[in-house]
T-cell receptor, first 117, second 114 residues
Framework: AQTVTQSQPEMSVQEAETVTLSCTYD???????LFWYKQPPSRQMILVIR??????QNATENRFSVNFQKAAKSFSLKISDSQLGDTAMYFC??????????????FGKGTKLTVNP | NAGVTQTPKFQVLKTGQSMTLQCAQD?????MSWYRQDPGMGLRLIHY???????DQGEVPNGYNVSRSTTEDFPLRLLSAAPSQTSVYFC?????????????FGPGTRLTVT
């Protein structure tokens, strides 16, 4: 079974600074997806960024980028130029890619990020 | 398009009561699922369905029933609520395909069982 570990329950950063959230995972699969989801106080789950395991290039979405280390099974999220609106819970998630297409998301326990003015 | 809708948004139940959490989607997604979110636990899969008439258990299915009679709806039933079922419940959908990865989440239902 796959597991996802987020070792930082809480983090804080000053507005405009950069912060990195850590995530490690355990799997014997070779084909999979990794995701970072954001959950603001509104409770809505928002997909921030995804990474396909077969791609060596790290994914980037505006101020959000990842450092994907497949051999180390590490998938960290870097937020640049932090904004007050980035204050949220951030969840790392894993999904196997299979022929059947019925695979589920496995979530880490989350990191609560606070951006201070 | 409304996307994924969940009703109710909030609910308080007494131990032993039953209720159904509703989930509906208008994106014609085959795959629908229910997660529960508890403090410090992340989201855990309860049940999922890959199409009308097909359901299967996830990681934490005990105490919950599901059925899928249409593509659009995937209700979650609590037959006899327990305090351990106090949680926030999310419905999520996606295209049922090897290449499909993006899950669309509903706004959640906060359930309290006293």
């Amino acid at each position: 079974a796959q597991t996802v570990t987020q070792s930082q329950p809480e983090m804080s950063v000053q507005e405009a600074e950069t912060v990195t959230l850590s995530c490690t995972y355990d799997t014997s699969e070779n084909n999979y997806y990794l995701f970072w989801y954001k959950q603001p106080p509104s409770r809505q789950m928002i997909l921030v960024i995804r990474q396909e395991a077969y791609k060596q290039q790290n994914a980037t979405e505006n101020r959000f980028s990842v450092n994907f280390q497949k051999a180390a099974k590490s998938f960290s999220l870097k937020i640049s130029d932090s904004q007050l609106g980035d204050t949220a819970m951030y969840f790392c998630a894993f999904m196997k890619q299979s022929q059947g297409g019925s695979e589920k998301l496995v979530f880490g326990k989350g990191t609560k990020l606070t951006v201070n003015p | 398009n409304a996307g994924v809708t969940q009703t109710p948004k909030f609910q308080v139940l007494k131990t032993g009561q039953s209720m159904t959490l509703q989930c509906a989607q208008d994106m014609n997604h085959e795959y629908m699922s229910w997660y529960r979110q508890d403090p410090g636990m992340g989201l855990r899969l309860i049940h999922y369905s890959v199409g009308a008439g097909i359901t299967d258990q996830g990681e934490v299915p005990n105490g919950y029933n599901v059925s899928r009679s249409t593509t659009e709806d995937f209700p979650l039933r609590l037959l006899s609520a327990a305090p351990s079922q106090t949680s926030v419940y999310f419905c999520a959908t996606r295209v049922f395909s090897v290449k499909a990865y993006e899950q669309y989440f509903g706004p959640g239902t906060r359930l309290t069982v006293t």
